[in-house]
């Protein structure tokens, strides 16, 4: 299971649909549950061991890419625009939410999109928060435990 509050789980679980689209930063428990879901996910991985241990538990068109950190981490495809769901929970959040707001602002997504930016409580995070949200119709903060924090929150956000 994702990482997510429970909350924003099941917040998530309710809208998501076998055939989405899911690019991911961070790759885990979270890659694999969407693939099982029926979720094609693209995962941005930075570590080669865990990338080829996550990478094993998908078939293809899923994938983990691996990524150097820099910009091929943080801009790993042209487009989000074929995303159904986007996963900040990786290294380099704050600038992967600046690449997503930027292709957002250029409306280079797809509609409905809903943006998922873990571990929103790290005071460090709240700049790229407050930059999604403002370009979003809808941003919900969830507050509450996950399979690994007792008190976390997870932002989701909505274009």
């Known amino acids: 299971m994702p990482a997510f509050t429970f ?3 099941d917040f998530v679980r309710e809208r998501i649909r076998p055939g989405f689209e899911v690019l991911e930063w961070g790759s885990g428990a979270s890659t694999v549950w969407f693939h099982r879901q029926g979720c094609t996910i693209t ?13 094993a538990f998908l078939a293809p068109p899923s994938v983990v890419l ?11 495809v042209s487009s989000i625009a074929k995303f159904n769901l986007i996963v900040i929970d ?11 707001t930027s292709q957002i602002a250029e ?4 509609p409905g999109l809903v943006v998922v930016f873990d571990d929103t409580e790290r005071v460090h995070y709240r700049d790229a928060v407050r930059s999604l949200s403002a370009l979003s119709r809808e941003c919900l903060v969830f507050s509450g435990t996950s399979t690994v924090v007792l008190n976390k929150l997870t932002t989701v956000l909505t274009f």
């Not at 691996?66 to 790993?76: F, K, N």
């Not at 990786?90 to 997503?100: D, L, P, Q």
């Not at 409306?107 to 797809?110: A, T, V």
């Open 66 to 76: 691996l990524r150097e950190l820099g910009a091929e981490y943080v801009r790993p």
């Open 90 to 100: 990786g290294r380099s959040r704050s600038e992967c939410a600046t690449y997503v």
């Open 43 to 55: 995962s941005i991985e930075h570590d080669p061991r865990w990338h080829e241990k996550v990478g």
């Open 107 to 110: 409306g280079r997504h797809s």
């Open 7 to 9: 909350p924003a789980l």
